[in-house]
């Protein structure tokens, strides 16, 4: 065996130990193992007994890698589990997506000043003045052009009057 190996097989138990002691977590604890091996490895020189205790070594790298490991954790929002969502009790889109291609085809079949005074009252919200002014049409015109696209709309699609 060498010298590495030696190391690893007389401080294994305790370090393993001494980990989950510190971590709470036997997953943790292995992982905080296993750096702690990997640095070892890369400071074999300074696993001596004539440079202090070996395990003291061990220990004290162990205890830095949980602190930081605990640290970093911390430092970063836990996951949350997010509810599952029925989406049978969702709303149906598709009675708005079919809602629109019922209005679309409707408002297409009505000539095209009955249509923009239709759109200005009802989808830009303005009052019968206010659309006379941006159709550059007179009050009287808009009333009279909104009452016959209106009763085009009901005759043609009775389901959109409803």
Not at 5 to 20: C, E, G, M, N, P
Not at 57 to 65: D, E, G, K, Q, S
Not at 87 to 96: C, H, K, Q
Not at 107 to 130: I, K, M, N
Request: hydrophobic share 45%; aromatic share 6%; glycine share 4%.
């Amino acid at each position: 065996m060498t010298t590495f190996d030696t190391i690893v097989a007389t401080h294994r138990a305790a370090l393993l130990s001494y980990a989950r002691r510190v971590t709470g977590c036997p997953f943790r604890a292995e992982d905080v193992v296993q750096e702690t091996w990997i640095r070892a490895w890369r400071h074999q020189d300074k696993l001596t007994e004539d440079r202090g205790s070996v395990r003291a070594w061990l220990m004290r790298v162990a205890h830095n890698i949980a602190i930081d490991q605990h640290r970093g954790r911390a430092s970063r929002p836990s996951e949350v589990e997010l509810p599952e969502v029925d989406m049978t009790s969702a709303p149906a889109r598709t009675d708005e997506v079919i809602d629109r291609v019922m209005v679309d085809a409707a408002l297409e079949s009505l000539p095209e000043p009955h249509r923009r005074t239709v759109v200005e009252v009802y989808f830009a919200d303005r009052t019968a003045a206010g659309a006379a002014a941006t159709l550059r049409v007179p009050v009287g015109t808009v009333k009279s052009r909104l009452h016959y696209a209106l009763r085009a709309l009901r005759e043609s699609a009775p389901s959109l009057a409803a």
